[in-house]
């Protein structure tokens, strides 16, 4: 099967569906435009609208009964006071919100941890880059907003390169997405070493480069091999750097969220006195907009506290390993490697999602 | 008679960062106690402003003990020297962060709790200090 693939000129049917299935991805659509996804797809697709469902009803659920409060509370005016998933160390999933003081809570399901992902233990990654090693909270503290911009910001540039690679149409659209890629291999391994301690990488990044052009230039001739051998170079290149770059990810995004949490929990105690302070003098609309408002703190407070960012950055890391392995197995069946890239590029838009919500928060401070 | 054995390098590293989280722990415990007290209580005035002084007072000093005990620095000899006092100042702010909960006199028990956990950043900075 790969002789057959090598020896080839024609174009391969499946890029433009392969290119038009990577834009997909990008702009984060869920469905599959593919007819002949295998079974597996079809899996993580029924078990995506499960879920889907399940939350969606959960949310009717607890909407329903901030209502219900709300109306009760306005003729009784209780004393209120934080729910018990309202603490920053809080594992559970009972959700954040108001309670009467003093009332029953559910306190011991708060006790339940929140189930971690999973790492991966087999490191599929070949080629190992001078100056990228494992990053810790140390080297990541000395890196300047910046540079963690940057961890981001090369992931995003990386995949944007891998599109544009299986996106060539010609020859000249071919040789500027080579180029593209190259640079950003090159971006990444900069940013790992950064993350990893090491400082500037220039001779990683230039490595990372000439091995590329050689790869592509030497050996191949046709545009599809090229585009293939293309992406094997650059995805066994960004094996290491991108697996210090998911531990690095996981230790900002953590740091962020710790901070958020504790202004959230700040504000919401201060909206929760106001409740308090309006229920003996209050008319019926202040209270009840004071009510919103301090709902409004504790789902601000639950979307951080359920978020996972280690989960995040080891599903991130995950995805380019299968993406890897995808690319490094492949024998002409594009669709295996069409899912793995979907996916890769999926999880580095939620990554840029969850940076930029954190970032936004911190912007407006305690305004809730 | 022989001696009690040595505790080795790692075991030390793994206290210290144990006694760390412990203290950590339990300065969140205050904070989550004052913001309780600022949401709950009836008076304004003096007893509000203090609480919220307390509140900011806690949240910094957390921050600050989450940036001096970083691993590197645990990992330093001069604080793994310091270990035992380190350990000690941790059970005793462990100690009153158990006492948070039901405590009538939150000022005054978030007080002992911010105090121990200066004590335990004033143990790191100054063996630091022994190492440079």
Redesign the interface.
Known sequence: MKATHRTSTSPHPCHTRLAAAVLASVALVSCSPYPHSDSSQMLSTEMDSLGTSYSAANKRIAAEQRLNHRLEWSFTRP????GPGC???AAGSVVCDLIQ?GSVSLAADASTPIAAAAKSAEDICRVQIPGVGTP???TI?ALKPLQRDDVIVSLKTYTAALVAVTRAQDRADFDTAAGKASAAVGGLVQSAALASGAGAAPLAGALAEASVDVVLWVIGQALDYQRLEELRAATERACEPVHALAIALGFILEEQRGNEL?EL??Q???N??TV?QLRGQGNAQSYGAAIDAAEASADAFQNIRVTDPDALANALRDAHDKLVLAVRNNTGESDALIVSLTTFAKYVGQLEIATANVSASAAAGKKP | MANAPTPKLDEIASDLRKSRDDSL?AL?VA??RV??E?????QVGPFLKRLADR?DAL?NEAAALR?AA???VLALPEVMQAATALTSVSQRIQKVAQRLPAAKDVLATTAATLSLGQQFVDLIVNAQKKSS
């Open positions: 004393e209120l006071d934080f603490e920053v160390n003081k810790t909270r140390n503290k504790q929990r700040k919401l105690a201060w929760i006195r308090n | 722990a969140q904070i989550d913001e309780h600022i949401a709950t209580t009836d509140d949240v940036a970083t691993e590197a």
